[in-house]
């Protein structure tokens, strides 16, 4: 399903995105190694066939979004690869890891992504669909590492009653609209589909 579609709860439509998959590949390397390793202080410099320290595949595999494709949440807008859920918040809900093997400074690795499991769910906020997205990244000879990663798509926030708002609250601070501005979004936008 790497089509469009509009927004929906209808659990039919969402289903036909299990399955959904796409590749990519790219190459660890070693100078976003070391720039990592600056920044956490990490001990030792990371050279060409060392292994990479567990959850560091992060800082890979990341798809550039053209700004007329991100949503106003800062992501790629939904119903391409991920389904499109017609609800606004989206949250990392949790993961799961397996390291086979460690990923070498150096390798180039290919992600295999595939989308699991969409399930609708009812919660105390109101309207829930997870969606879990499986990433497989191997080398040339074999599987390194296997995440499984959920994603939660929530209602919008409702916002506070009069109840709920501060009792110091004198008005004269500046109201923020709570509306992202796409371009900020973009800025700091990353991809649904790799990380959340």
Not at 17 to 34: A, S
Not at 93 to 101: E, K, P, V, W
Not at 142 to 169: C, F, G, M, N, Q
Request: glycine share 8%; proline share 7%.
């Amino acid at each position: 399903m790497n089509g469009e579609s509009e927004p929906t709860l209808d659990e039919n439509i969402l289903q036909r995105w299990v399955g959904n998959n796409e590749q990519i590949t790219d190459l660890i390397r070693p100078e976003i190694c070391q720039q990592m390793a600056a920044l956490v202080d990490y001990k030792g410099r990371l050279e060409q066939g060392d292994p990479l320290p567990p959850l560091w595949h992060w800082l890979f595999f990341h798809q550039p979004v053209v700004l007329n494709n991100v949503g106003e949440d800062g992501h790629a807008r939904l119903g391409k690869f991920l389904p499109p859920v017609a609800l606004p918040r989206r949250m990392w809900a949790g993961g799961r890891l397996t390291f086979q093997s460690p990923l070498r400074v150096g390798s180039l690795i290919t992600r295999s992504t595939q989308i699991t499991r969409v399930q609708r769910k009812a919660g105390k906020s109101g309207e829930l669909c997870f969606v879990t997205v499986e990433h497989t990244l191997r080398d040339e000879s074999d599987t390194k590492l296997i995440e499984e990663h959920d994603i939660v798509y929530r209602e919008a926030a409702k916002p506070p009653t009069s109840r709920e708002k501060s009792s110091t609250d004198d008005g004269a601070h500046t109201s923020v609209p709570n509306k992202p501005i796409r371009a900020a979004a973009a800025l700091t936008a990353y991809d649904s589909s790799g990380v959340l």
